[in-house]
């Protein structure tokens, strides 16, 4: 697989956008859920997966996941 480096303060605002992202689908399921199930359409990749995806994907860029 190859290597990409990107610069430290670019990393650390996508983390950040990333975060920013999966702390609002924790803040309203109820609509977001159905709006993703809509947009996916397939019950299978569902918010849990998606902020899952997030966390790992902050993770790789060297910031802990939101609590």
Avoid: K
């Amino acid at each position: 697989m190859p290597r990409t480096c990107i610069d430290t303060a670019d990393a650390i605002e996508l983390a950040e956008t990333l975060q920013l992202i999966a702390r609002w689908l924790s803040a309203d399921p109820a609509t977001l859920a159905p709006s993703l199930l809509g947009f996916i359409g397939h019950p299978a990749y569902g918010l849990d997966a998606l902020r899952a995806d997030l966390d790992r994907f902050t993770f790789l860029l060297g910031e802990d996941p939101p609590a």
